[in-house]
């Protein structure tokens, strides 16, 4: 696990934890599994593709391109 994915997850779980969200909710919410909600947080998934983030973006609420960044998609 890279310090760049270990951080991202953790941001990731920071959204959802401020959202007062379970990994269940979330992943119903972003329909993903919660396994890999699980494994992005965990910092066990490599960068999750786009259409992931953007549906992690709509179902946390939270800036689009705030996330492509924070995933190494730009610097």
Do not use: H, W
Request: hydrophobic share 40%; proline share 4%; with cysteine.
């Amino acid at each position: 696990m890279s310090p760049k994915t270990a951080d991202f997850g953790s941001y990731i779980r920071e959204c959802r934890q401020k959202k007062e969200m379970n990994i269940s909710q979330l992943a119903e919410a972003a329909e993903i599994s919660a396994a890999q909600v699980s494994r992005i947080e965990c910092g066990l998934r490599l960068t999750p593709k786009p259409q992931t983030l953007k549906a992690l973006a709509n179902a946390l609420d939270v800036d689009f391109e705030d996330l492509m960044r924070r995933a190494g998609y730009f610097d």
